[in-house]
């Protein structure tokens, strides 16, 4: 089995990463110095070339693995496996679950899909209505209080907040929509959209449309590529996502993992 190793140069793996940017996003955008501090690589070289990369995200309460490489990502996350936490969530192809089995005890939360924005027109020719209003800092006491009614469960750092990049609708003192992002790089143009929902007594409005758009177009003024992953029975939200003009180029499966043995 080729030897792990563990990966330091930003640029190094960029270039790697930049071969597959869409399907990518999430690592590319993590290698941004808001992320950065928060992340740990690991790879298989073969003649000092990468031939695949396992990211370790740690900037969560519960660690985020991702590793959805199809050329020797099983390999990689087979001989990582001594390196990895007693508890962790991962983004993975389904059938790397096997890698992880013999140690972990693995929960898994569906099939996923990724997209990636192609036809930014329908995006940019958006217009509504509706009047959105930029999140700050001191909206989080009202933005976790809608997520817990809105959302429970959902993935949401509050320092994504400190990107500027939260978007909501109001209906009065209430907020009824959001649309924010798990990735945002101006580094390396890139963004990834997250912790997208509306408040169930306003939905079927076109509300979550409505605030998808405006923070797209908005982050098409600093990036060049933007994705987002959705779970895959989750008909409403990719309906949404193919209006705007995103289309899945990928599927992979999440799992909750915990060490089965010491």
Known sequence: MQPVQSLHDRDEIAHFLSQKREQRAYELGDLDD???PYTTWYGLKKQQEIQQILLLYTGVILPTLLCTG???GATLLEASRHFLPKRFYAHILSEYAKCLQPDYQMESHGLHY??????RERVLAAESQERTRRLKKEDLGTLLAFYEESYPGNW??????ETGHYYGIWRGERLA??????????????ATLGNVTTHPAYRGQGLSTV???????ELLKTVEHIGLNVRADNV???ALYERLGF???EEYEEFFCELARE
């Open 70 to 72: 199809r050329h020797q």
């Open 114 to 119: 990724k997209y990636a924005l192609h036809c």
């Open 236 to 238: 409403a939200a990719i």
């Open 177 to 190: 929509s959001v649309a924010g992002i798990h990735v945002y790089s101006p580094t390396y143009k890139i």
């Open 156 to 161: 949401f750092d509050a320092r994504m907040l």
């Open 247 to 249: 289309e899945r180029i």
């Open 34 to 36: 808001f992320f950065w």
């Open 211 to 217: 605030v998808c758009a405006t923070l797209c177009q």
